[in-house]
């Protein structure tokens, strides 16, 4: 075993200078705990961990804390790869564990449970504090047996609120969250668990009714549901807990009188059910408002809770309620944003011989909305328009100039008669004095119908991804001619158009660059992804291709994307065999090997 003479000539010195002002900060704590730096040098400890390992505070900083004190169940040195402490501390995350060995001053062994986390040192730097508590050796414990929050030790405590923030802030569904909240205090605290909520409306709603029944959970969705009003004078826990007034305790005796309310009743309906001798109750609170409460029941563990249990269960109460409380502004917003974009996108016009499929994903941020939009609309020609554009931004000042182009674009397109190009160049001309918008790309297109029934588009491209056309046959290519500049650059050139008569059965893809743009891949590979893909799909319905398009195409949780699809019909007027005119551009047969 390495005493502490051969530990010295293992010390590493901390780049980092020892930061005074964590011990404080470390004294408050009721276990053993240091802070080490990036490296896992020890930049401060309490005086609980000096005692603990019989080393005063001096020296243990400034030492690597691996090298100093990680050991193996036999005193041996442990590899770094071999230290399930010392690889939690290099993942940067939260962690614990209950079977690790601390080498003492004096040689001998301390098994030791702990618990890891990201600490700020302050001035910027970043560190990891480590919170220990001496355990019994095996020989000397005890058959396990389901704790309350009474007999919890300081250490156990500890790791179940920093248990409780990791999980609920990691998830901004509300359902999850809840989900979460039973299975933190399910079985540990208690074998029932109860979630009242209060909605917007200030209605309560029992949202979860929770049993553990061993290792499992049980929902008893009979109890979940509506509940009545909150009296505003009442003095049952419930009540007073539903206010914030106060957290509670309760027994049978607190039901045995009539009750004062419904929502009394209700509450001991379910103590009676589940057979419940003891419960407590805290309130869940938001930094604004009370959002409802937790009630936490023993029916089968035989120990009552009693009034020292309630700042434990108040401090997840007052995390779970932060934690709701983002989640639900999440959820609102997202909501918000999920509408507004929803009414800023137009309804497909209906074309008569012409199939069109639009699809829109919003990027997985809070806003849920952006500059990405699709458009299309007759023109007073007989002629159908088709856009696909992207304002720059992801924000709802993006969605705002997306909605203005799109306006100005109609507008221009219904009063100029001409090709795209020149609609295009005068909306390039209006941006910059007449829209917030600083720059956006944009493909602007015209369907027409020849004389003897041929289907015939031409187009022009500011600065956007080439549309895609892809025959029935499963011949795919890039429309990259008419390509121009990008839109509020404040350059003025001519910007080209081109066309195209569209086979048979073809389809025709406008698309935005989330659809082909991921971190690690070229816009090559993202086009060549996307064109495989849609060969591959050429002979589904217009519906089925664009949504299995999407699924297989669009890089996940990046960008917005937004796809217009259009497809001709099947067969050229007088059953003529189709025709094979496309646009020059790289050709590919893919339909034989790219189809899964």
Not at 280 to 293: C, E, F, Y
Not at 365 to 392: H, I, K, N, R
Request: glycine fraction near 10%.
């Amino acid at each position: 075993m390495m005493g502490p003479e051969s530990a010295q000539a293992g010390r590493k010195q901390s780049a980092v200078v020892p930061s005074a002002h964590l011990a404080p900060a470390l004294d408050a704590i009721r276990a053993g705990g240091y802070v080490v730096d990036e490296q896992g040098c020890i930049l401060a400890a309490n005086s609980r961990a000096a005692e603990s390992l019989g080393r005063t505070a001096d020296e243990l900083v400034g030492r690597d804390a691996h090298d100093l004190l990680h050991r193996g169940p036999q005193g041996q040195q442990l590899p770094a790869t071999q230290c399930g402490m010392r690889q939690a501390f290099l993942a940067g995350c939260p962690a614990q564990g209950g079977d690790e060995y601390f080498e003492h001053a004096d040689g001998s062994l301390l098994p030791v449970s702990w618990t890891i986390m990201p600490y700020d040192v302050g001035d910027g730097g970043s560190g990891t504090l480590v919170v220990f508590y001496p355990r019994r050796p095996a020989a000397d414990t005890e058959p396990p047996r389901e704790q309350s929050a009474g007999t919890l030790t300081d250490f156990e405590r500890l790791a179940l609120l920093a248990e409780t923030t990791t999980q609920l802030t990691s998830t901004f569904d509300v359902e999850e969250a809840l989900r979460r909240l039973v299975g933190l205090v399910l079985p540990r605290l208690a074998d029932w668990a109860v979630i009242d909520l209060i909605t917007e409306r200030d209605e309560v709603w029992r949202t979860v009714v929770a049993q553990a029944d061993g290792d499992a959970v049980i929902r008893h969705e009979d109890f979940e549901g509506p509940m009545p009003p909150v009296p505003e004078e009442s003095l049952m826990p419930l009540s007073k807990a539903l206010r914030g007034v106060s957290s509670a305790l309760a027994d049978p005796d607190t039901y045995q009188g009539t009750p004062d309310s419904g929502i009394t009743a209700e509450q001991r309906r379910l103590f009676d059910s589940a057979g419940m001798h003891s419960a407590a109750m805290v309130p869940l609170r938001s930094t604004r408002d009370v959002l409802g409460a937790l009630t936490l029941g023993r029916a089968s563990q035989p120990d009552s809770f009693t009034v020292s249990d309630l700042p434990l269960l108040e401090d997840i109460a007052r995390r779970a309620g932060l934690a709701l409380d983002n989640a639900r502004l999440y959820q609102r917003q997202r909501k918000v944003a999920e509408t507004m974009q929803n009414h800023l996108l137009p309804q497909m016009p209906h074309v008569p011989g012409l199939q069109m499929a639009v699809r829109y994903l919003p990027a997985p941020d809070a806003s849920q909305v952006g500059g990405d939009w699709y458009d299309a609309f007759t023109l007073p020609d007989g002629a159908t328009a088709l856009a696909v554009g992207d304002v720059v931004g992801h924000d709802l000042e993006a969605a705002a100039g997306m909605a203005q182009l799109r306006n100005m674009l109609r507008a221009y397109a219904w009063a100029q008669q001409g090709p795209p190009s020149r609609i295009v160049d005068r909306l390039d001309e209006a941006i910059m004095p007449i829209t917030d918008v600083t720059m956006a790309t944009l493909v602007l297109a015209r369907v027409t119908r020849t004389d003897d029934g041929h289907w015939h588009l031409s187009w022009t491209n500011a600065g956007h991804p080439p549309p895609l056309l892809i025959t029935r046959e499963g011949l795919a290519e890039y429309l990259t001619d008419g390509h121009g500049l990008l839109l509020g650059t404040g350059v003025r050139t001519s910007r080209p158009d081109a066309t195209v008569l569209l086979p048979p059965g073809a389809t025709l893809v406008l698309y935005t660059d989330g659809l082909v743009e991921k971190p690690g891949q070229t816009l090559d590979e993202g086009l060549n992804q996307l064109r495989r893909h849609a060969a591959a799909l050429a002979h589904r319905p217009l519906p089925s291709f664009t949504d299995q398009l999407l699924r297989r195409v669009q890089p996940p949780g990046l960008d917005d994307v937004a796809l217009l699809a259009l497809r001709t019909p099947e067969r050229e007027p007088g059953g003529t065999a189709p025709s094979r005119h496309v646009a020059r551009g790289h050709r590919e047969d893919v339909t034989g090997g790219h189809a899964g």
